[in-house]
Every structure is written in C-alpha cells, then in structure tokens.
C-alpha cells in the first residue's frame, strides 16, 4: 500500500472557504474602503457647519462658544509660535510612555496570575482591591513620593493602562480552550513553550480589546494628570486657556485631544489587524 | 456470559502480516513518514478512582492486559466506563492511576514522548495552517528544515499536501480529523493512542478513515490502541478487542474492568460480512448490554 493510494482514496473536494460575514462586497457599498471613509466624514462635516451657523448666527458669544474659524486661526498661532507642537509632543511621549509600561506590566501580571493557580491564589485578593481604589485616589500619593515631574504623571497613566490590559488578559487566559491546552501538553508543551505555542495565540482577540481600552484610559488619565499639575501639554493647555478666558484654545485643546486619542487607537487598530493575522 | 478470554494473552496478533517494524535509530527526516519502532503496553492492575462529595467513585479496576509491539488494540464498552481513562493513563495525561503501565520496559511518564495521542476532537489550533498545526507534533529537538521535510511527506500520507497552508476552520471535519492523525504521527509514537477518533465523522468518511489507518499502521507499523464505540469499526481494524464493563457476576465492586479479550479471526481488510465476524459482533454487542438480534 503506497502513501499515493491512501491519499487518492481519502481525498475529498475540499469545501468552499466559508463565506466571511462580512458579506458580498457587491452588496454593500459600505465594504468599499473609500466610499466607507467618505460615510465616515458626514457627521464630523454636518457637525462642523452647523457649529459655523450658530456662531454666523450670534447665538452665542465669542467667549461661550467662538467660531469655528477663531478656533484655527488660535491653532495657527500657536503653532507658529512653537507651542502647539511643543505641548502635543510631550502628551503623546507621556501617553506612550505610561501606555507601554502599564500596558507591559498589566500583561506580565495578568498572564502570571492566569496561568498559575499560586500566583492567582496568592495574588488576586490584592490586585483585586488595587482595582478597586479610584485611580485618580493616587494622585496625592504620587505627587508626594515622585513629586510634580514626569515620573508622577507617566506613573499615574501607567495605573490607568495596567488594569483593562491585566483584567482582560487575565480573564482570557482562565478560559483558553482546555482541549487545545491539553493537546499542547500531550506532544510535549509545558511552561513557556506551552504558553508561546497556545495560550498567548489563543487569547491575542482578547489582549488587543485590553490593549485599546488601556489606551483610552491612558488619554484620560493623561488629561488628569495634566490638569492637576504641570506646565505643559494639552491638559495644561485646558487649564491655562481657562485661566485666561481663551475658550477658542480650549476648544482647540478638546479638538486635539478627540484627533489624537482616535488616530493612536486606529494605529493600534492596524496593529491588531497584524497581529490577527499573523497569530490567530 | 462467560468471557471469551480474560487472561492477558501474549500470543502475537492475529493478522501476523510483518508489521513494518523499522527502527527509530535511524536518523530522522530522510526515511520515510512516520517510521517508528513499536512498543509493547503492559497494563498491570490498573484502577481509577476519582474524589466526588464524600467519597470517591471507582471508574476502573483491575486491568491486566499486555499489548504486543505492532497490535491494534480496540478498547470498547459502554458510555462512561473508563475507555478514554485508560487510554490516557497510557498517554501519560492522568498521573492519578492506580496500578502500573509500562511502555516498552518502563514505566509511562508524564506526557511520554513515546506516545502519541489522537483525539475525538481534532484539536488544531485555529491559527496555524494545516502544515504548523502537524509540525507541533514533531518532537522538540527536530531541525526546522528536517521538521518541514517530514511534514510534508505526512501530509502526503494523510492525503492534506494540497490544504498544507489553510487554516483548520477552511477544511471538512474529514480533512482535520487527518491533519490530527498525521500530527499525532510526527512524534514518530513508538504507540499511538487514538481515543474515538472518527467518532464524529459521517459513516462515509469514517470508512475512509479506516482505511487509511490500516495504511498508515503498514507503514509504520506503531502499536495502535484504539477507543471505539463502534464496534464494527473494532472487528474491521483491530487485532484484538477488549472489552471493558462492570462485572455482572459481582454487582457490588463498582467500576468497570476487563470483560473479555476477544481476537479477531483473519487478516486485514476484512470482509465486512462474513459471517465470523457476525458471531463476533453478536457477542460482543451482547456483552455491551445490547440485543444483537435488533440490530
């Protein structure tokens, strides 16, 4: 009995490669990547004129709500004057900074906890009451042990990173398919191997939900941050323009911060993207 | 009833028909698919008992049996009897066993590497290809390009060389089912235990797949145990059938243990009709608590 013989008689036609659900392309318009883009800028478009026609309109005063066009002209000027870019960069470098080490530790933390029942059992009450305490409560506390620097603030987005990263990853990891865990084990896999070859693969879906939500926490704590005490960024923007009744830079500031927060989340939306494919 | 044979019998198997016993000595990827020496599996007194609210529930006692280097060994009996627990305490899966198991001259150990296991379920990991999925069962010392070289040449056995790069969500229950089979091959099993293996399958695809193990045992010529509720599926493969069951002579020792060792007359392919096997079938259906003459 040759090898050829066997494979001729099992072989089978295989079946049609399940239709995604998605749906047919040409169906849609919406699956189109273009005509999806061109949908998606309606509302911000419809938005952004009928902010124009209730300013055209003196509805409101320049102080309550200024003009659209007020809004970048403050944009422009600031930005000609360095102080744009300047307080855009150090809130992305604060927000990166506290993302990748909350993010890192919440993973570290979370895949120990959910993989060995010592670690769990040892360790969970504790994480579970961290969570518990209101991350702003820490501030006082950071601002006395790290006093008013970048440390203080990147430490306190770290907190706000660390835990949808750790809760998700750590739920994700106590439901990994036992079949797939076992089979793993049955052919040899343990301990490091056994967590590179099923369980991190397994709960990539998972890690990536974590990591988005980590993210927006990281903005928001960011803004927090700023707010309470600094010199810069765009959380101190904010304070600063309402300090000096210059809403048109406080609009400018709450415009950014949704255009950033969104474009670091669609980066990390490609980033997800890649890993799914490559992993999962 | 009255077992057919219940001692532990060492006489070869039946279908005596030169197992290909090769040796594994030989240096890895260029001989061919699977090739692996063949143990022999000595259980000894194996129970199992698992701790339930106050107390414990025997599933299994007492099981003797000696399987011989290139044997099929089909395991049946009724739902729930401890099939799947004596497989794998020889899988090296369940270290809660009572008694002993010997591979070859020792003892199983915690995941042995010279066993490999099949599933009911096919237990690919859904985000590897066909062909990563297979390599996972290649043992961990194997180079990368020998590794690819055998997984290409079990896939070629198995029939999959043309789904090596789809996912296990794009092929049939059929196909998957043998990327399993071949997964389980590349650890070159000196036994391989297959636990329902076509259990889920359609009648039709698993008559292919029946085949193909037949194939696939006459190349490599592994000592197969196979846990089958089909026990037309035992008459056609196996060399001997035991059959597990409470004993009905002494009601009150709970746990199922060796009712019979049954050994199937003729060599493989069986005629599926003969009449032998028929007498086979009834008794054995009889000793799996069902009527043959209604079925």
């Known amino acids: 009995m040759t090898a050829s013989t066997a494979a001729e008689r099992t072989e089978q036609t295989p079946p049609p490669a399940p239709a995604r659900p998605s749906g047919d392309p040409a169906r849609s318009p919406l699956s189109r990547p273009g005509t999806r883009a061109v949908v998606a800028l309606v509302v911000p478009v419809l938005l952004v004129v009928l902010w124009w026609a209730v300013t055209a309109a003196g509805l409101f005063s320049p102080v309550q709500l200024p003009s659209p066009l007020s809004v970048l002209e403050a944009g422009t000027d600031l930005a000609a004057r360095g102080e744009l870019g300047h307080h855009i960069a150090i809130s992305a470098q604060r927000v990166l900074l506290g993302f990748l080490s909350g993010g890192l530790l919440g993973l570290a933390v979370g895949s120990l906890l959910g993989l060995s029942r010592w670690a769990d059992a040892l360790l969970a009450p504790v994480v579970g009451a961290l969570r518990a305490v209101p991350s702003l409560a820490w501030v006082p506390l950071l601002i006395l042990w790290l006093k008013i620097g970048e440390e203080s603030k990147i430490t306190l987005i770290a907190i706000g990173a660390f835990f949808p990263v750790f809760t998700t990853v750590y739920y994700a990891l106590r439901h990994v398919d036992p079949h797939l865990v076992e089979a793993g084990r049955a052919f040899g896999y343990h301990g490091l191997r056994l967590l590179r070859t099923v369980q991190l693969p397994a709960v990539i879906p998972a890690v990536f939900s974590g990591l988005r939500l980590a993210l927006a926490q990281a903005w928001l704590f960011l803004v927090a941050a700023e707010l309470i005490a600094s010199s810069m960024g765009l959380g101190f923007l904010l304070t600063d323009s309402q300090n000096n009744g210059r809403t048109d830079r406080l609009i400018l500031a709450i415009i950014l911060l949704a255009v950033i927060g969104k474009l670091s989340d669609a980066l990390l939306g490609l980033v997800e993207r890649w890993a799914v494919r490559r992993w999962a | ?295």
């Open chain 2, 1 to 295: 009833m009255t077992a057919v044979t219940t001692a532990p019998s060492l006489s070869s198997p039946a279908s005596s028909a030169a197992p290909g016993q090769s040796t594994a000595h030989d240096d890895g990827a260029r001989t061919s698919a699977g090739t692996s020496s063949s143990l022999p599996v000595t259980f000894s007194g194996v129970g199992r008992s698992f701790p339930v609210d106050g107390g414990t529930r025997t599933v299994l006692r007492d099981v003797d049996l000696t399987v011989a280097p290139g044997e099929i060994l089909a395991i049946v009996g009724a739902s729930g009897c401890g099939k799947s627990t004596l497989l794998r305490a020889a899988a090296g899966l369940d270290q809660g066993f009572s008694g002993s198991v010997l591979i070859g001259e020792e003892p199983v150990r915690p995941h042995d590497h010279r066993t490999a296991m099949g599933f009911q379920e096919p237990r690919l990991m859904p985000w590897r290809t066909i062909h990563q999925n297979v390599a996972l069962g290649l043992p961990s010392r194997t180079s990368r390009s020998a590794g690819a070289e055998q997984v290409d040449l079990l896939l070629e056995l198995v029939g999959l060389s043309a789904a090596a790069g789809r996912r296990p969500r794009e092929v049939s229950g059929g196909m998957a089912q043998r990327a399993s089979l071949a997964r389980a091959l590349a650890r070159r099993p000196g036994v391989l235990l297959l636990d329902e293996p076509f259990g889920a399958l359609d009648a039709l695809t698993r008559l292919k797949m029946q085949d193909l193990l037949l194939d696939i045992h006459a190349q490599t010529g592994t000592t197969v145990l196979l846990v089958t509720h089909d026990v037309d599926e035992a008459l056609q493969l196996a060399d001997r059938i035991l059959l597990l069951g409470a004993d009905p002579s002494d009601p009150d020792r709970p746990g199922a243990t060796t009712r019979q060792v049954l050994t199937v007359p003729g060599s493989r392919p069986r005629d599926r009709g003969s009449a032998e096997l028929a007498a086979l079938r009834s008794s054995l259906l009889e000793g799996l608590g069902v009527d043959s003459h209604r079925h």
